[in-house]
């Protein structure tokens, strides 16, 4: 999620439908059994979560005037940060939590989907 694009508005406003969408799908799982909610909610947190430290990171450098190039590695520290930290919460969800691994990639797909279509329809609405 490139915030940098985005208003602090749109992208809190993107944050939130990301969340709504993996606590949805969380409670649909939570209908089969609980362990298969457990799961599709660490699989929603290994994608929302570092979008949304990656968005105060990027709001908090957006807030001073960078130097010339400095917004680029700012970005780019702030997407290596963003992987790495999808990467240890997946492997913690997988390794020490055994989730299972169905709901937690779907949950995980469906949150990076939302993170793609979401900011054009939120954009369809302000204009």
């Known amino acids: 999620m490139s915030v940098s694009l985005y208003s602090g508005k749109v992208a809190r406003k993107l944050l939130f ?7 949805l ?15 599709a909610l660490a699989g929603g947190l290994a994608a929302w979560l570092p979008n949304a430290m990656f968005m105060l990171f990027a ?3 957006q807030a001073q005037t960078p130097a010339p190039g400095r917004v680029a590695w700012s970005f780019a520290i ?9 990467i240890v919460l997946l492997i913690v969800a997988l390794g020490v939590f055994k989730a299972a691994f169905v709901p937690l990639g ?7 989907v939302v993170q793609i279509v979401a900011p054009a329809v939120l954009n369809s609405y302000r204009n």
């Open 17 to 23: 439908v990301q969340l709504m969408t993996f606590v």
């Open 59 to 61: 709001l908090r450098h």
């Open 25 to 39: 799908i969380s409670a649909a799982f939570g209908l089969k059994n609980l362990e298969w909610s457990g799961s």
């Open 106 to 112: 779907l949950t995980y797909l469906a949150v990076l």
């Open 78 to 86: 702030g997407e290596g940060l963003k992987v790495m930290i999808t």
